[in-house]
């Protein structure tokens, strides 16, 4: 399974992004799903994850309501809705397929993961 992250890009502080993510070679099965992020010198973090359902998630503290995770299976589908972006928000940020039916924040909890789109956020 290969999972394609885009939609990132350059924008100010203050502006919003809408990342996308899908797989190819079959649909997204009924695992979690979420994104993770890795800025310039740092480790890769938890971002946001969301169940098959659709109908739950978790967000990281640092973009709790900024940022929102949505997924549409029948489209194959993952996205994250990113607002009032932040510099600190510059990262490359992957999607990624668990290998869990429930929420998963942890990396070692993913077993698909996507090439990342870059995010920068100028002040």
């Known amino acids: 399974v290969q999972l394609q992250a885009y939609g990132g890009g350059l924008v100010q502080a203050g502006g919003f992004l809408r990342l996308s993510c899908t797989a190819s070679g079959r649909t997204f099965s009924k695992n979690a799903m979420g994104w993770f992020r890795q800025a310039p010198g740092k480790g890769r973090e938890f971002v946001s994850t969301?169940?098959?359902?659709?109908?739950?998630?978790r967000t990281a503290d640092s973009v709790q309501g900024r940022f929102t995770i949505s997924r549409d299976n029948a489209k194959n589908m993952l996205y994250l809705q990113m607002d009032n972006l932040k510099p600190e928000d510059t990262a490359v940020y992957y999607c990624?397929?668990?290998?869990?039916?429930?929420?998963?924040?942890?990396?070692?909890?993913?077993?698909?993961w996507g090439q990342g789109t870059k995010v920068t956020v100028s002040s």
């Open positions: 990624a397929e668990s290998r869990e039916k429930v929420l998963s924040t942890a990396i070692n909890e993913y077993q698909y």
């Open positions: 969301i169940l098959w359902t659709g109908g739950i998630s």
